[in-house]
């Protein structure tokens, strides 16, 4: 068993800051001579390296205006899908009465296709060149969503939210894949139609079939 040497063994001082006391510095020498290779470098700022709005040169044989044009709208429906997939994930939670579980299990299940969306687009985004919408504040100012409160609602009114926020993002994600066909964009008109609509119309049926008024045990 490996013991250690008493003579590098620094005793603590009383009124001492246990975290950097005796720490070595990123760069210092220890006590063998050689740098500190291990230790982390810490508390690190940079000037941006790519500021919000701003496109990259990439060899993928779309113009800069073309790719310009797809980035912004991208951005547009990439902040939408945020809030509507953070919206599944609060009635997830919030969610209440006797189809609880059926509806817990099934805002989850959204809630996660809806993840990968966001993922697609954010990378979509990326490999345009340009820089996909990320933090919370940020999303918040480009969303066009309305917004909910903190408590918990109903559940027909859940359900109606989620709905509005499906056919908005349906609205512009058929606007703006139109618009990359037409700039020559095919593959954010693909991701926008193969993956956008197919996904958000399949979950506006599913919960739009839960505002159905039917009668569950006796026949009208």
């Known amino acids: 068993m490996a013991t250690?040497?008493?003579s590098r063994m620094q005793p603590f001082q009383k009124g001492s800051n246990a975290a950097t006391a005796s720490m070595p510095t990123a760069g210092s020498a220890g006590p063998n001579g050689r740098q500190q290779e291990a230790q982390p470098i810490l508390r690190q700022?940079?000037?941006?390296?790519?500021?919000?709005?701003?496109?990259t040169r990439?060899?993928?044989g779309l113009d800069d205006d073309v790719r310009l044009a797809s980035?912004?709208?991208?951005?547009?429906?990439?902040?939408?899908t945020?809030?509507?997939?953070?919206?599944?994930k609060k009635h997830h939670w919030q969610v209440s009465g006797p189809t609880f579980i059926a509806l817990h299990?099934?805002?989850?299940?959204h809630f996660e296709q809806q993840v990968e969306l966001v993922d697609d687009l954010a990378e979509r985004v990326q490999i345009l060149g340009g820089i996909s919408v990320a933090m919370p504040h940020d999303v918040a100012e480009r969303s066009t969503l309305e917004r909910p409160p903190?408590?918990?609602?109903?559940?027909?009114?859940?359900?109606s939210r989620m709905l509005e926020a499906h056919e908005q993002i349906l609205v512009q994600a058929r606007q703006q894949a139109?618009?990359?066909?037409?700039r020559g964009d095919d593959g954010t008109n693909d991701l926008l139609v193969s993956q956008v609509v197919r996904t958000n119309e399949m979950q506006a049926w599913f919960l739009s079939q839960h505002l159905v008024d039917t009668p569950l045990v006796r026949a009208k």
């Open 150 to 159: 903190s408590g918990r609602e109903e559940v027909p009114v859940q359900i």
């Open 45 to 55: 700022r940079s000037e941006e390296t790519q500021p919000y709005g701003t496109l």
């Open 178 to 182: 139109r618009a990359a066909a037409d």
């Open 82 to 88: 945020m809030v509507l997939r953070d919206l599944y």
């Open 105 to 109: 299990e099934l805002f989850d299940k």
């Open 58 to 60: 990439v060899p993928i």
């Open 71 to 80: 980035v912004e709208a991208l951005n547009q429906i990439l902040a939408n």
């Open 4 to 6: 250690m040497n008493p």
